[in-house]
């Protein structure tokens, strides 16, 4: 009988004017279920869902303008202070995508000293690259076995070219043992992270440990006290690393019946790990390699030559890692990128392009690109001012594009699937503890294009219920389209 009453309203709301004005809050909710709310009304219906008791102790940041005239739409504490997480990126990506522009690529050359058969030495000079992997090194190993290399003297790792401490001071300890905390060092290897799974065995019985890769594994030291238990069993298992140490420390109850338990941990000491690695897959090809060194000072010889060189994806492919995906690593390595290039500048690294933007630096203070740092801080103003200055930039196909799509990729596949927005959101997540963010751009079918951010931050609730009320607010800017006034006040349009 309830369905078949609120089936009616939404049936006579769909078919007839109604005087917004005089509607209660759960009518006018009812109207944005049918896909209509008013802008005048959007306030309301906002203010109703931060302000229920469960997340009304949280701190709410929000912003939502149109994106042609910049027209705000509703705006809380939008010029106050809040850790962003991982919106963060936005600001890092506009500010590499500026500097650098679309094509540009990481080179990192490799050099050499001596004739084949025999060289001197062979160097590696890293530069940043995250998109660097086992199969790009075993390319470099063939070109070198096809041009007649069958021994090297000395196999040199140089990982000098950033300056920054490789873990962010800032960033909290039991980050860093995880892949999203990893080191970003000059030279990065499988984006510096390796897979721990642990695999249930007979009752009792410690769980087994399997990992991906066998020379990242053996730089652990793991205590491994996680029993296999009974059927049922709640999950319970813990990995922590001991600060200052390359120690796991493996702990509780992986039942029976669990499926693999898949854990991605960051490489302990990533330049020692590439270089092993290189050196591995050069004996494989029937390459001898004498020696092996880690360098932290350039050792350039002036009798070297450049041999051949790793070349990255261009920028566009790169952000949309960093933005779709939410990757850490690339946005730091972008970051010290741009550090680098004004290491003689008294500013942050992305500041000298978020200037061209027209972007205030008093309403940002960033301490690294990803968003780990909880000493980030940026107003809901800067987050909505970046996206609305690129949107005029002859960037933005690849700025937009690097964003999740709601319901389709990235952050956002599993968010939104099934509803009027799904495909119409492009958007950049953020997530920590106690903080949860959304922004981007949304296309409306009734409604001009909107820009927003919601940023919620010193909540006890769980993500999971954080993102569910900033889901809502999202499919409320949904539901906007236009509204006919009167002397009466506001009315929905009739539907057609």
């Known amino acids: 009988m309830r369905w078949f009453t609120l ?19 759960t009518q006018v909710l009812l109207a944005a279920d049918r896909g209509r709310v008013c802008p005048q009304n959007l306030s309301a219906a906002i203010n109703k869902i931060i302000a229920r008791p469960k997340i009304a102790r949280s701190h709410w940041g929000i912003i939502v303008q149109t994106l042609d005239s910049q027209h705000t739409l509703y705006s809380r504490h939008a010029n106050k202070f809040f850790i962003p997480a991982s919106t963060t990126k936005l600001f890092t990506t506009a500010a590499a995508l500026i500097e650098l522009g679309v094509n540009y690529r990481i080179h990192t050359p490799i050099f050499g000293l001596g004739n084949p058969p025999n060289l001197t030495y062979l160097r590696l000079e890293g530069r940043g690259d995250p998109t660097i992997s086992s199969i790009s090194l075993k390319k470099i190993v063939h070109l070198l076995r096809a041009r007649g290399i069958e021994r090297i003297e000395n196999l040199i790792l140089e990982d000098s070219y950033f300056t920054l401490e490789a873990i962010n001071p800032t960033w909290e300890w039991s980050d860093v043992y995880s892949y999203y905390g990893t080191a970003v060092n000059s030279a990065i290897l499988n984006e510096n992270s390796v897979t721990l799974t642990l695999l249930p065995q007979h009752v009792g019985q410690k769980v087994k440990l399997r990992w991906s890769d066998a020379i990242a594994a053996r730089q652990w030291q793991v205590e491994n006290n996680a029993v296999t238990a009974p059927k049922d069993t709640p999950y319970n298992i813990n990995i922590a690393g001991v600060l200052g140490k390359p120690v796991l420390n493996v702990r509780g109850e992986l039942a029976i019946d669990e499926p693999p338990d898949v854990w991605d941990l960051a490489i302990a000491d990533p330049p020692q790990y590439f270089l092993e690695t290189w050196r591995h897959l050069l004996t494989v090809e029937g390459i001898d390699v004498a020696k092996t060194t880690v360098s932290n000072s350039r050792a350039k010889n002036i009798l070297e030559r450049e041999i051949t060189a790793i070349v990255s994806p261009p920028l566009t492919e790169i952000i949309t890692t960093i933005n779709r995906e939410s990757n850490n690593l690339y946005a730091e390595s972008l970051w010290r990128i741009l550090e680098r290039r004004h290491h003689n500048l008294k500013t942050n690294p992305i500041e000298f392009g978020l200037n061209k933007l027209g972007i205030e630096p008093h309403n940002y203070q960033l301490i690294d690109g990803s968003g780990l740092s909880r000493h980030n801080l940026i107003t809901p103003q800067a987050v909505v001012d970046v996206l609305f200055v690129m949107s005029r930039s002859h960037l933005f196909t690849s700025y937009k594009n690097s964003l999740a799509v709601a319901g389709t990729n990235g952050t956002l596949k599993r968010r939104f699937q099934h509803t009027p927005i799904q495909n119409k959101l492009w958007g950049k997540t953020g997530t920590l503890s106690g903080v949860a963010a959304l922004s981007g751009y949304l296309y409306l079918s009734r409604y001009q294009p909107l820009v927003f951010t919601i940023i919620v931050n010193n909540s006890e609730r769980a993500s999971k219920e954080l ?23 506001y009315y929905l349009k009739a539907s057609s």
């Open 7 to 25: 089936g009616a309203i939404y049936l006579l709301l769909s078919l007839i004017s109604v005087p917004v004005a005089a509607l209660t809050d």
């Open 467 to 489: 993102r569910q009320a900033i889901d809502e607010i999202v499919l409320l800017l949904g539901q906007l389209q236009k509204c006919q006034t009167t002397s009466e006040g």
